[in-house]
């Protein structure tokens, strides 16, 4: 069924003001929040599906209501975030009449204490991954710039090892430092492997089946 003449003069009125040059900043946020919604669902439902159902006890309503408040929250202040870096990235292009590598960590700084200054699990999650790579992109930028001089051997297996070691002596010694979502996976993996009964909680559950 084609569509009604009304609402093709609207789609031609629509896309004629999206190909302005004019509007493009503006448009640019907008588009911007939409793609910081999206891409926090996509990321965040598939692994608190997971997480919540491997881990977490309740009902399935409870599970499902868990889901899908992480789903919304990360979702929401990642299109929040993007909205404001952009905007204010923009603002300071439009003052200064020009662009400056300043800009950007000054927006993003603002924009981080503004949405993500409340200390959660979705928000430290989200830190903890960003820190990671933070530390890996500052290193190969210090070895681009001469800051730090190049190995001559691969550090990886080096790396590797002492992340291990730290984080294995810190969950059997100093669990209470560790985000709690690390501590569930370790527990799994480190503890609940030292208990069972009988070959039901040895090989096909984790724990033994309550009786009914």
Known sequence: MAAPPQLKALLLAVNALLRKRRYHAALAVLKGFRNGAVYGAKIRAPHALVMTFLF???????????????????????????FAYKGLCALQAHLQGQTYQAHSFLAACLGGILIFRENNNINSQINMYLTSRVLFALCRLGVEKGYIPEPRWDLFPLHTGVIWGIVLWLFEYHRHTLQPSLQSSMTYLYEDSNVWHDISDFLLYNKSQPSK
């Open 56 to 82: 977490r006890s309740g009902s399935l309503r409870e599970k499902l209501r868990a889901i899908l408040q992480a789903t919304y929250t990360h979702s929401w202040n990642l299109a929040r975030f993007v």
